[in-house]
């Protein structure tokens, strides 16, 4: 069954990638009329001709003031727009930037407006990981608008079951929908080191190649992966290469100098037509999150590293929904991380064991089979109230 007809949806993101991209290509592609208002398309997000796209304020993630700054601005912007020309429209509102789904309270409250959430990181939870506790006033004000604006949604939907689970301690009635992040299979995929060019550039042919890629964030426990690389200094077989920005860049070249850590590399964020090249130069690849935001957000490079045959290195609590994928298909390992002592050992064992190294570069090229596009077509279905059996 069919619950209403959606003649325009306005979606809203500061930034859009690839994923949220095929969820708004996938509602025009069946004849929506579909607006994105967005502050940027990174390269990974190619928007279809058929959706207009109305620009706002990008988003900055220099430091947390800067980052703060550009989601109000962004926010603020996108209050406006939804005022005075969408005001009819129905809203599928993410967390980026992390206000942003109050906008759709506020319109369903006064307007009666409808809107659907998709939860990336889960707010106030998220900000445990820059020292905000559970006691403070802010944490207790969001958590209390949260269970007004979740029991107001058409739908919510999150991307892991830790995090469902977290949305429905808000209210006995949620049903959060699952829907697990994707990659395109064909674009990122196992390439050999003497074939990739990336490789040769960055001198990693005759080298076991710990990547870190993405944010260097609050929430990601980058700590750790320093602490990794002075301990396996002395191991000439071994380099490490970070790849990104974020808060605790500055940290991590810090620590290079101090600790003299000539294992370990830092690049800036690479163009997108590389990342089929940069994520196969891994020979193993970190995933990270500290212990505060377990159960807040959930990596979608860890999809990046399964689909180009990649072994992982999780660095967090056991109960993340990354972690129970890299147990289920058996494509890594996940530690604590003070666990540096076994961390070396399954380094080790990569290294010294070839037959297991390349089961499990099998086996994560496998489990990306599990996680491919036609996921991004469920979103349209529930939207529309389409039974998924039709």
Request: overall charge positive; glycine content about 6%.
């Amino acid at each position: 069954m069919q619950k209403d007809i959606v003649e325009e949806i306005i979606f809203v993101n500061q930034v859009t990638g690839t994923l949220f991209a095929d969820i708004v290509n996938d509602f025009a592609k069946r004849g929506e009329k579909v607006v994105l208002i967005t502050g940027e398309i990174t390269a990974s997000g190619i928007i279809s001709p058929d959706v207009e796209v109305i620009w706002g304020c990008k988003y900055n993630k220099r430091n947390f003031r800067e980052r703060f700054i550009s989601w109000f601005i962004f926010t603020i912007q996108v209050f406006f727009k939804v005022l005075f020309r969408f005001r009819k429209n129905r809203l599928f509102l993410v967390t980026t930037p992390a206000f942003l789904p109050f906008i759709g309270l506020i319109f369903k409250l006064f307007l009666g407006k409808k809107f659907d959430l998709l939860i990336y990181d889960i707010y106030p939870e998220a900000l445990k990981s820059i020292g905000i506790n559970e006691r403070s006033m802010i944490f207790k004000v969001w958590g209390f608008g949260n269970k007004i604006l979740f029991k107001r949604a058409e739908n919510i939907f999150t991307l892991a079951k830790t995090m469902a689970n977290l949305i429905e301690t808000y209210g006995e009635d949620l049903n959060p929908i699952i829907i697990q992040n994707w990659v395109d299979i064909n674009f990122v995929k196992p390439l050999a080191k003497n074939e990739n060019k990336f490789a040769v550039e960055h001198n990693q042919l005759d080298k076991f190649t710990i990547m870190y890629s993405g944010n260097m964030g609050a929430t990601h426990n980058i700590e750790a992966i320093v602490n990794l690389a002075f301990a396996l200094k002395n191991d000439r077989r071994i380099e490490f290469l970070l790849i990104g920005d974020g808060d605790k860049r500055k940290m991590v070249e810090a620590e290079k100098e101090c600790l003299r850590l000539s294992n370990l590399k830092l690049l800036p964020y690479q163009p997108f037509e590389l990342l089929p090249l940069s994520i196969s130069c891994a020979d193993l690849f970190v995933v990270t999150l500290t212990l505060e935001a377990t159960s807040a957000s959930v990596p979608s490079k860890t999809f990046y590293a399964l689909a180009a045959g990649v072994p992982i290195l999780g660095i967090a609590s056991e109960k993340t929904d990354f972690a129970k994928i890299i147990r289920k298909y058996s494509c890594g390992e996940v530690f604590t991380g003070d666990d540096i002592g076994k961390m070396k050992i399954f380094i080790n064992k990569l290294l010294g064991e070839e037959k297991y190294l390349e089961k499990i570069k099998r086996n994560s090229r496998l489990a990306s089979l599990n996680f491919t596009k036609s996921n991004s077509t469920k979103y349209y279905k529930y939207v529309k109230g389409i039974d998924e059996n039709c």
